[in-house]
């Protein structure tokens, strides 16, 4: 079953996201978008069976701020 799952995370983030399983439960760790990080998630959904718990510690990067707002719009 890790092995399936690792094959999923690969297929997603390129490696960057490792997956073990301690004791009955599955650790995820890397750092991805947001995106992925939904992805990582169906894909663990869609390759195990039955339910046990997740230790996510996958990072994901802050949101830039809007670059595109003007010096006229922002109150003064």
């Known amino acids: 079953q890790?092995?399936?799952v690792e094959d999923?995370?690969?297929a997603v983030t390129?490696?960057?996201?490792?997956a073990r399983f301690v004791g009955a439960g599955l650790v995820i760790e890397g750092a991805t978008t947001q995106a992925e990080h939904?992805?990582?998630?169906?894909e663990i959904l869609r390759r195990t069976l039955g339910r046990f718990a997740i230790d996510d510690r996958i990072e994901e990067p802050e949101p830039e701020p809007d670059a595109g707002?003007?010096?006229?719009?922002?109150?003064?």
Request: net charge positive; proline share 4%.
């Open 38 to 42: 939904r992805k990582v998630l169906w």
């Open 14 to 18: 390129k490696g960057r996201v490792k």
């Open 2 to 4: 890790l092995k399936s």
């Open 69 to 76: 707002v003007s010096g006229a719009a922002r109150p003064r």
């Open 8 to 10: 999923g995370l690969r």
